[in-house]
């Protein structure tokens, strides 16, 4: 059931893996809400703890143009996840470093890459910063308060960014990443396709992704348009597919996380709470975990405020939140048990 520890180069900081394959979990969609928990966090806790990719070695491979040992890189961690499907994580992380905050990578940089080699790893590192480059043009305020030449930026991108990573799913259609931002672009501004066609196109290929039905799920929710009736469809769709992913067992929390968050914005915490208790039956998300805290804090419930943010440092050991609040935490929780 565990395959041997093996350690790759170039993008890894070299890991020890201990993981199952991507079939051998032996789950039953009919278990238990507290057993697919169960499977959902130990999912969790074996996905973040593979470390992340180096950005600056990657950025130093690019610039250099050694572009076959920088795509053997990113097809070894490919690899990585075809054998074991918590790695989606990693690769994802992977594809992420070309992003425009990063100043050592450069569009005239990736765009040699795309015309000298053509290859699926080119296209996806291209239309990843294009479409994150999208995503900083939009920010974060609402879009009635978003300049309007910002949404037309937006629009211009989110194209060409659809172009490179519709090539790179036509040459590897097991390319999550690729996937998980064309169907975050169709939420952000209308494309030649819809973000559940990208998902069908997906799950003819590849049905194990996290990131894919999870980000298309968002879309759903009332606030952009859809409906609860609409997300608890999609997601016993979705859930079907968790014996070939645990973390697959959480999309059932969503509905409950997203009324969770509409309380939390209405102030009515101690509600808000219990919603996000809600969502975690199912497994725990780091998001949700620190929602919870800050709703404990708000609260005066500094004990529970800890305990959930002690929990994220289990998963994230460097979050920076947690880092900063449980020292704060710890005291008051000491105050107070002395009668302080």
Not at 133 to 148: L, N
Not at 223 to 235: K, L, P, T
Request: net charge negative; hydrophobic share 40%; proline share 4%.
């Amino acid at each position: 059931m565990y395959p041997k520890i093996r350690t790759i180069t170039i993008l890894l900081i070299v890991a020890a893996v201990f993981g199952c394959s991507a079939n051998a979990w032996g789950q039953d969609v009919n278990i238990r809400p507290d057993q697919q928990a169960i499977l959902a966090n130990e999912a969790l806790d074996r996905t973040l703890d593979k470390g992340g990719p180096v950005a600056s070695w990657i950025a130093t491979l690019l610039n250099k143009e050694n572009y076959s040992r920088l795509e053997n890189a990113y097809m070894d961690v490919e690899q990585l996840y075809e054998e074991d499907v918590l790695w989606e994580s990693y690769l994802l992380a992977a594809y992420q470093i070309f992003h425009p905050s990063n100043k050592d990578i450069s569009l005239e940089a990736l765009n040699k890459w795309v015309e000298e080699r053509g290859s699926h790893v080119a296209y996806a590192a291209r239309g990843i910063y294009l479409a994150q480059a999208a995503g900083r043009a939009r920010g974060g305020r609402y879009i009635s308060q978003t300049p309007k030449e910002n949404l037309e930026i937006m629009a211009e991108l989110c194209q060409e960014a659809a172009k490179d990573l519709l090539v790179a799913v036509d040459k590897n259609p097991r390319l999550s990443p690729a996937y998980m931002y064309l169907v975050i672009m169709a939420k952000m501004t209308p494309m030649p396709y819809t973000g559940r066609e990208i998902v069908d196109r997906c799950w003819a290929d590849d049905k194990r992704s996290y990131y894919v039905p999870v980000n298309y799920l968002s879309s759903l929710e009332p606030r952009c348009g859809g409906s609860y009736a609409q997300m608890a469809e999609f997601i016993e769709e979705a859930v079907q597919y968790a014996p070939l992913n645990p973390r697959l067992w959480t999309l059932q929390g969503e509905i409950d996380a997203d009324r969770a968050a509409l309380q939390w914005e209405q102030g009515n915490f101690n509600y808000s709470a219990e919603l996000y208790t809600s969502a975690m039956q199912y497994g725990e998300r780091v998001s949700w975990l620190r929602y919870r805290a800050a709703c404990y804090y708000k609260l005066g419930k500094y004990k529970e405020a800890l305990d959930d943010f002690q929990q994220v440092l289990v998963y994230e050991p460097r979050n920076k939140q947690a880092r900063e609040w449980v020292p704060w935490l710890m005291a008051n929780v000491r105050k107070a048990q002395n009668g302080g």
